[in-house]
């Protein structure tokens, strides 16, 4: 018999998590999910509970009319958006899920970091973020800020965490790091397929 668990809704208590770190990025990101009506689900297959960290996935209301039919009938691993991850009670967007709020113009210039064309190569290596690489950063920027790391081509390429305000950032060596790399788009040519 099939476990009914493996990929459902999100609880209350999965939805505040999610909604506390996305309020964190932008105050603006709560209100336009809601009006838009999106539908989080959650991954809870064996590959998530050997890693520890339930995936979480951004449904339309349409896809989660036909999904809530499909699931009736067979075991789903993911649907819709690929919308990042629950680890210790906090929630951290993917790529993915940066990409869709990009995409709806939701992403916050004080949240963008643009970087030139070695700090792109270098980024995508796994790399952190040296200031010589910072081509733009904002003049907003707190340390353990998110950041969304754009490319010369305003290609979105990772997400990092300034490990400094922008007053030190300014004072900074050239060598030094001005952000962490926390996952880039190098990231799934690296992993282990």
């Given amino acids: 018999m099939r476990d009914l668990k493996t990929f459902r809704l999100v609880n209350k208590i999965e939805t505040t998590m999610i909604y506390d770190s996305l309020t964190k990025i932008s105050p603006d990101l709560l209100p336009f999910f809601k009006k838009n009506n999106y539908r989080l689900y959650i991954s809870l297959n064996k590959l998530e509970a050997e890693s520890k960290f339930p995936l979480i996935f ?48 939701k992403i916050p210039k004080s949240k963008q970091v643009i970087v030139n064309k070695e700090g792109e190569k270098s980024i995508l290596y796994g790399n952190n973020i040296l200031k010589k690489m910072v081509k733009t950063m904002p003049l907003e920027l707190k340390k353990n800020d998110f950041l969304v790391v754009f490319n010369q081509n305003k290609e979105i390429i990772a997400i990092a965490k300034s490990m400094i305000d922008y007053k030190s950032y300014q004072n900074l060596d050239s060598n030094k790091i001005a952000a962490l790399n926390l996952v880039d788009k190098g990231y799934y040519l690296r992993k282990k397929q």
């Fill in 58 to 105: 951004l449904i339309s209301e349409n896809q989660s009319i036909i999904l809530e039919k499909v699931l009736k009938a067979v075991i789903v691993r993911s649907a819709g958006v690929y919308f990042g991850f629950i680890k210790k009670g906090i929630f951290f967007l993917s790529l993915e899920g940066v990409e869709f709020f990009h995409n709806h113009d």
